[in-house]
C-alpha cells in the first residue's frame, strides 16, 4: 500500500486543523507495520483514510498501485478494528463474527464453516453462544479480531487494538496479534501510542508528530539511528547534550558542549564544523565507575545524584559538574556488584565514541 503526498485539513478559515500534512508511506505486503506517536498527532486519521471513513484533502493511496478513493469502504479489501472493539451487545459471539458474511449474503454453510474456523483460530470454541457482556476484556478484543479477519481481507487495520487491557494481559496479547498475523499472512496496519508495544510487534514502525511522519524504520533502526531528536526522545530512554561541532572529519567529530565538555563522536555523519548538534546517548551505553577508566575517549565526572534498583538492572542518575544530569543503567548480570555506588559518591561517566548519535533536527 502506498500513502503518497496525504493531507487532511480539517475545518476551514481560522479554525483550521491539520491532521495530516503530506505524509507518504509504503506498506510492504504481509508486513506488521505500527503508526507510532503521540496523542493528536494523526494516527486515527490516517487509518480512516485509508478505510475509507474519510477522504484526503490531497494525495492518494494505492493498494496494488491502484487508487482506491472511488472504492467505499465496504468495497475496499481492508477491515478495522476499533478500540472499542464495537461488537453488538445482542448477539451471540457466532453471530457476531459471522455478521459481515452475512451482510454479503454469503451461503449459511459456508458462513457456518468459516465462523468455526475463526472461532478456533482466536481459541474461543467454548464461547460460541456468549454475548459479548459475558465475555472478559481479552475475550471481547479476540471476537473483535476474529469478526474483522472472517471477510479474509488484505489489509488489517487496528485503532490502539490492546488499549482497554490492563498491563499484563496486554503483553500477551501483543505476542498473540504476531502469531495471528504470521499465521493469517495478512498485513497489519496497528495504531498505538506506546512505543514498547509498536517495539514489541512491528516489522517496521512510522514515528508520526503533529502530522508529520518523522522516520520510518525498523525497532532496532528507530532505537539506535533515531532521524530526529523527536523520534530519539519518544523512543527509549535517552541522555542528549546540546553543542556544536568543533572539528570534523569523515564522519568523526569532536562536539563543544559547553563548559568545557568535549565529546568524540564516530556518528557526526555529515555535520560539518561549526554546526549546531544534539549529542544523544542511551542510558544503557554510559557505564559508571568510581575511578576513572584508563582507555575511556569519553569519560567525564559527577557525582551520583539518585539510584533506582530494579532488580534486573540498575539506573543511576548522575548529575556532571556542569550541572546536566545523566541517566546510565547497568544490567543486574551478576547477584553482587562489583563496583558499588552509594548516593553522593564522586563517580565518573564513560561512553565510546560510537556509543550515541549526532542530530541535526
Ligand atoms: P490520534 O489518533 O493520533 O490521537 P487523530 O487522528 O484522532 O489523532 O487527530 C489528529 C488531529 O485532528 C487532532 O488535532 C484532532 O483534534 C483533529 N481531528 C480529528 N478528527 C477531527 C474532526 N472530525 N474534525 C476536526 N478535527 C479533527
Ligand atoms: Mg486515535
Known sequence: MEVVNVRKIFGSGEGQVAALDTVSVSIRENEFFTLLGPSGCGKTTLLRLIAGFDFPTAGEILLYGQDIAPLPPFKRPVNTV???????????????IGFGLEMLGKPKAEIKARVAEMLKLVKLEQFAKRKPHQLSGGQRQRVALARSVAKRPKVLLLDEPLGALDKKLREETQFELMDLQQNLGLTFVVVTHDQEEAMTMADRIAII???????????????????SRFVAGFVGNVNMFEGKIARGEAGSASIDAGNGLTIRTDNAGTAGAGTAVTFAIRPEKIKVSSKKPAEAVNAIEGEVYDIAYLGDMTVYHVRLDDGQVVRASTMNAARITEDPLSWNDRTWVSFRPDAGVVLTR
Not at 82 to 96: E, G, I, K, R, W
Not at 210 to 225: H, I, L, W
Open 209 to 227: 508528530d503533529k502530522g508529520e511522519v518523522m522516520q520510518v524504520a525498523t525497532p532496532a533502526e528507530v532505537y539506535e539511528a533515531p532521524g
Open 82 to 96: 476499533f478500540q472499542s472493539y464495537a461488537l453488538f451487545p445482542h448477539m451471540t459471539v457466532a453471530d457476531n
